[in-house]
């Protein structure tokens, strides 16, 4: 008999069989969650750049259905740049944003680019309207 409590809940294993871990089911799977989450926080630990291109690959596969592989041909096609302004990826700001942002049609999901930060948010604010970003072009040239 086995008077060890249970990881999960604290409850005494007093008359268990012997082999038994957990009290109950809900314990044994909270266990696991719990373990689960402490093997992925070390691992975020020991390796945070390793972890965050699997993160990125996962996010570009998700969010646009792209590999990294063809994120890095894209970005060669464009010279390593931005396809606005041309600024290489490693000058766009801080270490979040050093990657450029993969512009894409909103209701047609169709990709068009990699932009900077910058120019990804002015596309953005100017509503992805192409009236509008000549009517906001001709007033720069105007008064420029």
């Known amino acids: 008999m086995s008077d060890r409590p249970c990881p999960a809940c604290g409850k005494s294993l ?3 069989h012997i082999n038994k871990k957990y009290c109950d089911s809900k314990c044994r799977q909270k266990g696991y969650a719990e373990t689960a989450l402490a093997h ?13 291109e699997l993160d990125r690959a996962k996010d570009l596969r998700r969010n646009f259905g792209l590999t990294p592989e063809k994120y890095k041909v894209m970005l060669d096609a464009q010279n390593g740049g931005c396809a ?5 990826a490693e ?7 050093r990657r450029l942002a993969v512009d894409h049609c909103h209701s047609s ?4 680019g990699l932009l900077c930060r910058a ?3 002015a596309i953005g604010q100017l509503r992805d309207d192409p009236e509008l970003i000549r009517r ?9």
């Open 40 to 52: 992925a926080r070390r691992r975020r630990q020991e390796n945070p750049d390793y972890v965050r």
């Open 84 to 88: 606005i302004c041309g600024r290489a």
């Open 14 to 16: 007093a008359g268990s």
């Open 136 to 144: 906001a072009a001709a007033y720069v040239m105007e008064n420029a």
């Open 119 to 121: 120019c990804n948010v």
């Open 109 to 112: 999901g169709r990709i068009r």
């Open 91 to 97: 000058e766009v700001g801080d270490r979040v944003s």
